[in-house]
T-cell receptor, first 116, second 113 residues
Framework: GAVVSQHPSRVICKSGTSVKIECRSL??????MFWYRQFPKKSLMLMAT?????????EQGVEKDKFLINHASLTLSTLTVTSAHPEDSSFYIC????????????FGPGTRLTVL | QKEVEQNSGPLSVPEGAIASLNCTYS??????FFWYRQYSGKSPELIMS????GDKEDGRFTAQLNKASQYVSLLIRDSQPSDSATYLC?????????????FGKGTTLSVSS
């Protein structure tokens, strides 16, 4: 199957710092990438949809100024958590949809963020 | 509001048995259907996709789609303890760039040895 990489896999930072997470589709092009957040034993929560070359679409309740998304190419999207606080600690997972049919969607391995 | 429903489980089956996971969806015009497996603490992994009515087999996995009944299922034959995970049903309402998958809340499967 197609591969989506995500870096870093784990990050611990101090409150108030910014953290950047990279998501790459390694062997396919992805016009659309998605960012999810998941708390322990809870369902996936879609944060935003990122389309290459355009602004991201954020889900209701997700602060666009706090979670900055850039989708600069067909293989790379980044999520920056700005001024992180302990309540931002979570498992962040990106997902990329293959531009080519049948347009399957693949997930990266996730980034576990801990804000102290 | 478009919805995808799954029984949360846990579904418990003995090793070697067939596990049957079910999913219903509300949007009749949905076109694409997916099953993901998620182990605890890991990200979801795509295991099956299905687009046409009927069965689709891949190894021990069979996906079944019935668009008239708005029903998707996943059968796992010869279940193994390593199949113990949460299985997520996902539906793509229409195939347009930027459309997000709609996920069910997942069914937890436990396979006992």
């Amino acid at each position: 199957g197609a591969v989506v990489s995500q870096h870093p896999s784990r990050v611990i930072c101090k409150s108030g710092t910014s953290v950047k997470i990279e998501c790459r589709s390694l062997d396919f092009q992805a016009t659309t990438m998605f960012w999810y957040r998941q708390f322990p034993k809870k369902s996936l929560m879609l944060m935003a949809t990122s389309n290459e070359g355009s602004k991201a679409t954020y889900e209701q309740g997700v602060e666009k100024d706090k979670f900055l998304i850039n989708h600069a190419s067909l293989t790379l999207s980044t999520l920056t958590v700005t001024s992180a606080h302990p309540e931002d600690s979570s498992f962040y997972i990106c997902s990329a949809r293959n531009t080519a049919p049948p347009n399957e969607q693949f997930f990266g391995p996730g980034t576990r963020l801990t804000v102290l | 509001q478009k919805e995808v429903e799954q029984n949360s489980g846990p579904l418990s089956v003995p090793e070697g048995a067939i596990a049957s996971l079910n999913c219903t969806y509300s949007d009749r015009v949905s076109q694409s259907f997916f099953w993901y497996r998620q182990y605890s603490g890991k990200s979801p992994e795509l295991i099956m996709s299905i687009y046409s009515n009927g069965d689709k087999e891949d190894g021990r996995f069979t996906a079944q789609l019935n668009k008239a009944s708005q029903y998707v299922s996943l059968l796992i034959r010869d279940s193994q303890p390593s199949d113990s995970a949460t299985y997520l049903c996902a539906v793509l309402p229409f195939n347009q760039a930027g459309t997000a998958l709609i996920f069910g809340k997942g069914t937890t499967l436990s396979v006992s040895s």
